[in-house]
């Protein structure tokens, strides 16, 4: 498994959080990976995934196709 440091990344919230402080999630760009974590907690650690998974993942919320 592969480390990457994350201490310097600039995190970007989602565009589906909303204003009042729910479903706050935050990801870091240019990176050979995609962090994603929850802005209520960032000293949590975030979850990991490769860019290829990530896109799949995206795609498949954005359709709906997650749940059948």
């Given amino acids: 498994m ?3 440091e994350l201490s310097n990344v600039t995190w970007h919230k ?3 959080s909303n204003a009042t ?3 706050c999630l935050e990801f870091a760009g240019g990176l050979p990976v995609v962090p994603v974590r929850d ?3 960032p000293r949590r650690a975030p979850l990991v995934f490769e860019a290829g998974a990530w896109s799949v993942f995206a795609g498949a919320v954005k359709r ?3 749940f059948g």
Avoid: A, F, I, P
């Fill in 2 to 4: 592969r480390t990457v």
């Fill in 14 to 16: 989602s565009s589906y």
């Fill in 21 to 23: 402080g729910g479903e």
């Fill in 39 to 41: 802005s209520k907690d």
């Fill in 64 to 66: 709906g196709d997650l």
